[in-house]
C-alpha cells in the first residue's frame, strides 16, 4: 500500500481526505487504483493521451515523475501536486 | 558603492556575518530589486528586502487597498484602505528605510510593459495573484536573463522556487502551460493570514541570497509548506529540454497576454507622431486651448527637471494609473517619455482608463532632441 | 418550477427564479463555486435532466449531469475526450467542454458536445458516457478547418444545431474555422461560408477559416439559420449556400459586431443582437459604452434599437455568445448576462430592461429551462 497526498482542488473526490492510500507498482497502476476508488479523478489530472496535465505534478517521494510507467516502491509515497497562484 | 557611516550602522548585525558583510552589503546597495504584487507575499518580501537595505526596490502593483487585504498584507494599515497600493507601499518602505529608493510602479503588468519594468532590474521577485500574470513573469524572466523566486499561496497551503539563468529550470518547466486557465486566488479560497508571512519572508532570503552568490538557492526544488500539518517538504525537479520559454528550441521569443484576440485590445493601435508631425500639430492649433493636445511628459521628476518640452506637464509613469482623472477627456492626450517606450505603456493605461484621445511621441525626447531642437537636456 | 434562467459563470452556476409575472427573480446558488462554466442546459425531451460543461483552473474538464433539474449534479462517467493516438499522430486533449445540444427529439438520451480544441462528441446515455464523433474529429479535413487559431479560451467548437426535422442533419460551427454541415449523422461534413466576410484573411473569400461567433436554426423554420460572425450578422434560407449579411442594414456607427444572436421562438422573422465594438483594436465592449440592443422584425431588412432601462452612458460590458436567451412566454422573455456579473431581463421582447442580478463573476451563459 502506497500513501498519496492530494491537493486540496482534488480533495472533492476523496470526501475531503488529504491523504490516501492505493497499491501498484507503477504510478499507471496507482493512477488506475485511485480511478476505482475515486471515479473521475484520474482524467481530472491525466489526459487522453496519458500526459500529466499542466498544472499538475506527480512527485514519488521528492523525484518528480517523467512517465507514468516509473516503477513505484511498497514505501513510497506518491505526492500530487497542483499549481498554486495566490499571493 | 561605498556604505555611509549611518548605514555602518543600520545594517551592522549583516556585516556580522562573514557570508555579507561590507561588501556584501555595498552589493546589496547596488542590486536593483522588483517585487510583483503589493499583497500578501509581497508586503513580507519588501519589508525585509528594504530593512535589508536593497538600493533600488520597485513594487509593481495597479490595485488598491481593500479592507479584506489588512488580514495580511502588512505593508497597509487602516488608514490605507481605498488608496493606491504601489504608492501608499512606496511610502512605508520609505519611512522604514530612507537610506534605499523605492519606486512605485502602479500599472498591471502586460506582455506590453513587462520586459521594460522588469528589464530595469537585477532579481524579480513574483508574489501576484494570478497563474497568467505569473507566466508572463517567468517568461519575462527567461527572455531578460533575469533570477526570479517565485512563491504562491492557497488556504493552509504554499509553494516556493527560484530560477537562475542557465543553472536551472524555470516556472514552465515545473507546470508547462497557463492556456487561459483561472485557478483560485486568495479571494475566492481563502487563505491563512500568516502564511503569505512564512512564504514572502522565504523570497526575501531567496532573493538577497542570490543577490549575493551564497547558499543553496531554491533552483531545481520546489519547496511545500502546508500550515496545518506543520511540514515542509522538497521536491527535485529538472530543466526540460522541450520548454516552451527555456528549452533547446523555444516558442516563446516574445510576450503576449493570454487574453488576445476576439475579447480585448490589440496593444499598439494608438498613434505615434513623428517629432515634426507634432511640433506641426503644435504650431497649428495656435495655442487655442480647445485645440492644443495636453503633453504629458511619463518620465520620473528628475528626468523631467533636467529638461522637457515647454507645455508639458510631468506624470511619472508609475503615477498615472492614480491620476488618470487629471487627464482631459475632451481633449488629445499626447505622451512623451525618454525613448518612446513608457509613452507606449501609458497610452495603453490612459486609454483603458477610459481618456478617449491618446497618441504619444515616436523616438521620446532623444528623437525631438536629434529632430528639432538639440537644445533640449534629455537624461 | 416554471422558469429558470441558469447562469453560467467563470466561478460557478447560479440559478434565477421568478415569480409569476417575472418581476422578482431569485438567485440560487453558487453551486460548483470556483469552477469555470461554460454552459448549463435543459433536455427539452425530459425536462428534469441538465448537463453543464465544467472545468477548473487546474484539473481536466468534465460534464455535470442532474436529473432532478439541478438540485443535486453527478459527474460524467466518461467525460469528453478524444480518441488515444498511435504512435506519430498529434496528440489532442480536450482543454475545456465548451457548448451542448441535446439530441433529437427521436433519439432520447442522445447529446453532442463542442470542445476546445475543437472537437465533437455524442452521449447516447444522457452524457453519462461520451464518444469522440469519428467523422468530424478525423475528417481528412478536420486539421484544416480547426487550424488551431484560438480565442482566448481556445479553438471552441460551438453551435451545435440539430435539424427538427431530421436527426441525421447537423450544423456547427468553429470560433475559428467557419459553419460547416452534416447531413448523415455526422460521417460527413463540408463548409458553409459563403457570402461571410473574413476580413482578417489573407484572402477574405476563402471556404473556411471564418470565425462564427454563434449560429443559430429557428426551430419552427429549420431552413431559416442566422449567424453573428466576427465580421458581421448573417442570415441564410436554405437549400441557399450564400449568407445574406443582414448587418448591412444596421446603422453604420453601432455596426454589425457582437457575440450572441438570438431568434424569436415563433417567429422566424424576429432576431435580436447586441452590438459590440468591433473598431480597429476590438475591444468588445458596448459602443461608446451606452449598451443597447437591435431587434429586427423582417429578417434582417430594418432593425430598431432598444435600449429603454438600459446604461444611458460609461457601462462597458460584453456580452458572449452563449449569454442571451429568450424565454418562451406569450410575450417573450428575453435575457442577458454580462462580463461584469450582471444579468438583464426584458419581459416585453426587448422594449424595456432592468438588471435582475449584479455582483456575479464574470458570465459565460444564460439559458432557459422550463
Redesign the interface.
Known amino acids: 500500500m502506497n500513501t498519496v497526498r492530494v491537493p486540496s482542488p482534488l480533495r472533492d473526490y476523496t470526501g475531503g481526505a488529504a491523504r490516501i492510500s492505493a497499491s501498484g507498482t507503477t504510478v499507471a497502476e496507482i493512477l488506475a487504483n485511485i480511478d476505482r476508488d475515486h471515479r473521475g479523478m484520474r482524467f481530472r489530472m491525466i489526459d487522453e493521451q496519458d500526459r500529466v496535465r499542466p498544472h499538475i505534478r506527480i512527485f514519488i517521494n521528492q523525484r518528480e515523475v517523467l512517465s507514468l510507467d516509473e516503477a513505484v516502491a511498497p514505501r513510497d509515497e506518491i505526492h500530487l501536486i497542483c499549481a498554486l497562484s495566490g499571493g | 558603492m561605498a556604505l555611509s557611516a549611518n548605514e555602518r550602522e543600520r545594517y551592522s548585525r549583516h556585516l556580522l556575518l562573514p557570508e555579507i558583510g561590507e561588501a556584501g552589503q555595498e552589493k546589496l546597495k547596488a542590486a536593483r530589486v522588483l517585487v510583483v504584487?503589493a499583497?500578501?507575499?509581497?508586503s513580507p518580501a519588501s519589508l525585509y528586502l528594504a530593512a535589508a537595505g536593497i538600493g533600488t526596490l520597485g513594487i509593481v502593483d495597479h490595485d488598491r487597498v481593500d479592507l479584506s487585504n489588512l488580514q495580511r498584507q502588512l505593508l497597509f494599515d487602516t488608514a490605507s484602505v481605498g488608496a493606491g497600493k504601489a504608492v501608499t507601499a512606496r511610502a512605508r518602505l520609505q519611512a522604514l528605510n530612507n537610506e534605499i529608493n523605492v519606486v512605485a510602479h502602479a500599472v498591471e503588468l502586460r506582455a506590453t510593459n513587462a520586459l521594460e519594468l522588469l528589464g530595469g532590474y537585477d532579481c524579480i521577485v513574483?508574489?501576484?495573484?494570478?497563474?497568467d500574470t505569473?507566466y508572463l513573469v517567468n517568461d519575462a524572466c527567461v527572455l531578460l536573463r533575469r533570477p526570479l523566486v517565485s512563491?504562491?499561496?492557497?488556504?493552509f497551503?504554499?509553494?516556493a522556487m527560484t530560477y537562475i539563468p542557465g543553472q536551472g529550470p524555470c516556472y514552465r518547466c515545473?507546470?508547462?502551460?497557463?492556456?487561459?486557465?483561472?485557478?483560485?486566488?486568495?479571494a475566492?479560497?481563502g487563505?491563512l493570514g500568516v502564511l503569505?508571512g512564512m512564504l514572502g519572508a522565504l523570497q526575501a532570503t531567496e532573493a538577497i541570497k542570490v543577490l549575493l552568490g551564497i547558499g543553496a538557492p531554491l533552483v531545481g526544488r520546489?519547496m511545500?509548506f502546508d500550515a496545518l500539518?506543520m511540514e515542509w517538504?522538497?521536491?527535485?525537479?529538472?530543466r526540460r529540454t522541450d520548454c516552451v520559454v527555456c528549452g533547446t528550441a523555444p516558442s516563446i521569443k516574445t510576450l503576449t497576454d493570454?487574453?488576445?484576440?476576439?475579447?480585448?485590445?490589440?496593444?499598439g493601435?494608438w498613434p505615434r507622431f513623428k517629432p515634426a508631425e507634432l511640433q506641426q500639430l503644435l504650431q497649428s492649433s495656435g495655442g487655442a486651448p480647445a485645440k492644443t493636445p495636453l503633453l504629458v511628459d511619463v518620465r520620473e521628476q528628475h528626468e523631467y527637471a533636467t529638461g522637457h518640452l515647454a507645455g508639458s506637464v510631468n506624470i511619472p509613469l508609475g503615477e498615472l494609473g492614480q491620476r488618470l482623472p487629471e487627464l482631459p477627456t475632451d481633449s488629445a492626450v499626447v505622451f512623451i517619455c525618454r525613448s518612446g517606450r513608457r509613452s507606449r505603456t501609458a497610452c495603453e493605461l490612459a486609454a483603458r482608463g477610459?481618456v478617449r484621445s491618446v497618441s504619444d511621441l515616436e523616438g521620446g525626447l532623444i528623437a525631438w532632441a536629434a529632430a528639432i531642437d538639440p537644445s533640449i537636456k534629455v537624461a | 418550477m416554471a422558469n429558470t434562467l441558469w447562469i453560467g459563470t467563470r466561478k460557478g452556476a447560479f440559478a434565477l427564479r421568478p415569480d409569476a409575472r417575472r418581476r422578482s427573480w431569485k438567485i440560487a446558488g453558487p453551486q460548483f463555486l470556483g469552477h469555470i462554466i461554460h454552459h448549463v442546459v435543459q433536455d427539452p425531451r425530459e425536462p428534469r435532466r441538465l448537463a453543464m460543461a465544467a472545468k477548473t483552473g487546474h484539473l481536466g474538464p468534465t460534464v455535470y449531469i442532474s436529473d432532478d433539474r439541478g438540485r443535486k449534479w453527478r459527474e460524467a462517467l466518461a467525460p469528453p475526450a478524444f480518441r488515444k493516438v498511435s504512435e506519430g499522430e498529434k496528440p489532442r486533449a480536450v482543454e475545456r467542454v465548451f457548448w451542448l445540444t441535446p439530441g433529437h427529439a427521436s433519439e432520447p438520451g442522445v447529446w453532442y458536445a463542442g470542445t476546445a480544441p475543437a472537437g465533437l462528441f455524442r452521449s447516447a446515455d444522457h452524457g453519462d458516457h461520451w464518444e469522440p464523433v469519428a467523422g468530424f474529429n478525423d475528417h481528412p479535413m478536420q486539421p484544416k478547418w480547426a487550424a488551431g487559431l484560438r480565442t482566448p479560451d481556445g479553438e471552441l467548437l460551438h453551435s451545435i444545431r440539430v435539424d427538427p426535422r431530421d436527426a441525421r442533419h447537423l450544423y456547427l460551427a468553429i470560433s475559428i474555422g467557419g459553419v460547416f454541415e452534416s447531413t448523415d449523422r455526422g460521417a460527413d461534413w463540408a463548409p458553409l461560408n459563403e457570402g461571410v466576410a473574413a476580413d482578417f484573411m489573407p484572402d477574405p473569400t476563402v471556404a473556411f477559416g471564418h470565425d462564427p461567433h454563434c449560429l443559430i436554426q429557428h426551430p419552427l423554420q429549420p431552413d431559416r439559420l442566422y449567424q453573428q460572425n466576427h465580421c458581421g450578422s448573417y442570415r441564410l434560407d436554405r437549400p441557399a449556400r450564400r449568407w445574406i449579411r443582414i448587418g448591412e442594414r444596421m446603422p453604420k456607427n453601432i455596426g454589425d459586431v457582437g457575440f450572441p444572436i438570438v431568434a424569436h421562438p415563433r417567429d422566424a422573422d424576429t432576431v435580436w443582437v447586441l452590438p459590440m465594438d468591433g473598431s480597429s483594436v476590438w475591444p468588445r465592449t458596448a459602443l461608446g459604452g451606452k449598451p443597447a440592443v437591435y431587434v429586427s422584425r423582417n429578417a434582417g431588412k430594418s432593425w430598431q434599437r432598444q435600449d429603454k432601462g438600459l446604461p444611458r452612458a460609461q457601462a462597458w460590458f460584453t456580452v458572449l455568445r452563449q449569454a442571451m436567451c429568450a424565454d418562451s412566454a406569450a410575450r417573450l422573455g428575453l435575457y442577458f448576462g454580462t462580463t461584469q456579473g450582471e444579468v438583464w431581463a426584458s419581459s416585453d421582447e426587448g422594449d424595456s430592461w432592468r438588471c435582475i442580478a449584479r455582483h456575479l463573476p464574470e458570465i459565460y451563459s444564460v439559458t432557459h429551462a422550463h
Open positions: 504584487g499583497g500578501g507575499l509581497g513574483d508574489g501576484s495573484d494570478r497563474l505569473r512563491a504562491a499561496i492557497h488556504r497551503e504554499g509553494q515545473l507546470f508547462p502551460e497557463s492556456s487561459s486557465a483561472v485557478a483560485p486566488n486568495c475566492e479560497a487563505v503569505p520546489l511545500t500539518a517538504r522538497e521536491f527535485r525537479f529538472k493570454s487574453e488576445a484576440t476576439c475579447r480585448t485590445e490589440i496593444t493601435k477610459g
